[in-house]
Nanobody, 123 residues
Framework: QEELVESGGGLVRAGDSLTLSCAASGGALSTSAMAWFRQAPGKERDFVGGITRIGSFTFYADSVKGRFIIQRDDEQKAIHLLMNSLKPEDTAIYSC????????????????WGQGTQVTVAS
């Protein structure tokens, strides 16, 4: 299992931007697909976006498409989630994950998880 550590969460206002980072130990970035999931209170864990191991293709949930961007940073051994035009409904604990990514949208496709970082968007 890879160790994943998220950072960058916080309290922002609607319309603001925020960038989350996920630092990956070992060879996670070279051996795994990476993804971001989020979980709001009382709700299930939802797929936010992911990036494939080969080709670095990115995929996004419809709810964030056009607003969120996943970037891969091989030098820092990290992935970043750039979140723009944030909405109150984006409030959740965001977690990064590493795994096969097949399928990308399913939490069960990922075997390593970070501890999560809280994002709160005030209206």
């Amino acid at each position: 299992q890879e160790e994943l550590v998220e950072s960058g969460g916080g309290l922002v206002r609607a319309g603001d931007s925020l960038t989350l980072s996920c630092a990956a130990s070992g060879g996670a970035l070279s051996t795994s697909a990476m993804a971001w999931f989020r979980q709001a209170p009382g709700k299930e864990r939802d797929f936010v976006g992911g990036i494939t191991r080969i080709g670095s293709f990115t995929f996004y949930a419809d709810s964030v498409k056009g607003r969120f961007i996943i970037q891969r940073d091989d030098e820092q051994k990290a992935i970043h989630l750039l979140m723009n035009s944030l909405k109150p409904e984006d409030t959740a604990i965001y977690s990064c994950a590493a795994g096969t990514g097949v399928p990308m949208t399913a939490p069960a496709s990922f075997t390593s998880w970070g501890q999560g970082t809280q994002v709160t968007v005030a209206s």
